[in-house]
């Protein structure tokens, strides 16, 4: 950070993590989470949120030692170095973010081709493409805009979803959330590591260690309390979703089931705010997501680990990597369903967090850690990458390939760069 400029506090750290974690994803995998889960969709979300839970101590140990805006990036190169493994990996944080913008985009037309019932699948992907191209747009135009959109998008959402939690409350029957309504526990464990996408979020409080006034003391607060309090948040909400609305109807509304839970209790009127929330939420989450990825690109590029034309700067700005990100999210969005979009964005995000959790292993007496709590981590992620495979591909074996393509394509770009002029990393610009 500049001399001069203005550091942070713990509570904005905190207010990030939520932020991301709470930026879109509940409003795209309830229903998803419903139809995989049953009943046991709070006790699915409540397993997801452990493995991100252990999986934030690692954060917290790598944070503290090595505190910088590359987040995990700088994680793995410092155990992993720039080797051919290590740098496929940070190409797959990449592809995983490219991921969330598509399930984010397929989460904003949902919601908002509710509002034209009679439009048909083209007023879904018109939709689906405004969704990227938008702020795109913006992201060229004004990053200032974005920060200051982002923060009052994050307040009324949390309030939106609180006052649907008060109000929602009142209706719940438990008899739909009994162990009789549950899958059986492996499909409920993998149900939930399929809907993992929805904690991603919490690492990008680790880019925020250099802009802390007291990041040794910040830094682990902020993990903690903003993974705790979203783990309690979504448990809640799919208490209410899963308590006050038959499952069936939940299902048949799985693209908007959010939506479409706050009806018994709030009416049509109910129905409106949650979809006006999920769409406000979902174009901030892009338009956040857009900023961070285009940087993600230029910061891996910058390490030597993708082509150096992602590193090239266009008015001060990498927007190179902005309009190749975008492209890519583009077509995934308007390309594939949601169950292939969030099992994409979860294989991802838990095979990144397993080598988090390696990383955090690795450097133990540096970082201070508990070695066991880092082998904790990486079996976590492992067994739960491993259950939702098998979950995913014994319900639809296209997944398998859905699957390969993500991280075939990790490893082949990071291959293929090596093979053509891959020259180590390369150091920043003074």
Not at 85 to 103: D, K, T
Not at 109 to 127: D, E, I, Q, R
Not at 294 to 303: H, N, V
Request: charged share 10%; aromatic share 10%; net charge positive.
């Amino acid at each position: 950070m500049a001399a001069g400029s203005k550091k942070i506090g713990f509570w904005s750290a905190a207010a990030i993590g939520v932020g991301g974690m709470v930026g879109g994803g509940i409003f795209a995998v309830l229903g998803l989470s419903v139809q995989l889960a049953r009943g046991g969709t709070p006790v699915a979300f409540a397993i997801a949120g452990l493995v991100a839970l252990v999986t934030s101590y690692s954060y917290v140990k790598l944070s503290v030692r090595f505190p910088s805006r590359g987040g995990t990036v700088e994680f793995l190169d410092q155990a992993f170095g720039s080797a051919y493994l290590p740098g496929s990996a940070n190409v797959l944080l990449w592809l995983s973010y490219v991921v969330m913008l598509s399930l984010y985009a397929f989460a904003f037309g949902s919601y908002g081709a509710t509002f034209f019932p009679s439009g048909g699948p083209m007023v879904k992907h018109a939709l689906i493409s405004l969704a990227i191209l938008v702020p795109t747009a913006l992201n060229v135009a004004s990053a200032k805009v974005i920060g200051r959109t982002e923060v009052y998008v994050v307040g009324l959402k949390l309030v939106i979803l609180l006052f649907f939690l008060a109000v929602g409350a009142q209706g719940v029957d438990m008899a739909r959330l009994a162990p009789s309504t549950w899958v059986p526990a492996l499909p409920l464990v993998a149900g939930g590591m399929i809907i993992f996408v929805a904690y991603e979020g919490f690492e990008l409080i680790a880019n925020t260690g250099e802009d802390l006034s007291n990041p040794t003391r910040d830094l682990p607060r902020a993990f903690y309390v903003a993974v705790i309090f979203v783990i309690l948040l979504y448990v809640a909400i799919a208490m209410v979703a899963v308590g006050g609305v038959p499952l069936g109807k939940l299902i048949a509304a799985k693209d908007y089931a959010l939506a479409e839970a706050a009806r018994p209790v709030l009416g049509q009127g109910g129905f409106t705010m949650i979809a006006i929330a999920a769409l406000l939420s979902t174009f901030s989450a892009i338009n956040a997501t857009l900023y961070g990825s285009a940087r993600l690109s230029y910061t891996i590029a910058k390490e030597g680990e993708l082509p150096v034309e992602l590193e090239r700067e266009i008015y001060g700005q990498p927007l190179e990597g902005l309009f190749i990100t975008a492209g890519l999210a583009l077509i995934l969005a308007n390309a594939a369903d949601l169950t292939s979009i969030s099992t994409l964005g979860s294989a991802g995000f838990l095979i990144i967090f397993a080598a988090v959790n390696g990383a955090n292993l690795r450097l133990a007496k540096e970082t201070k850690a508990q070695p066991w709590l880092a082998v904790l981590g990486v079996v976590g992620c492992l067994a739960a990458f491993g259950a939702m495979v098998w979950q995913s591909v014994s319900d639809d074996p296209a997944q398998a390939w859905v699957l390969v393509g993500l991280f075939g394509g990790a490893l082949g770009l990071e291959g293929a760069y090596r093979l053509v002029g891959f020259k180590g990393p390369r150091k920043q610009k003074a």
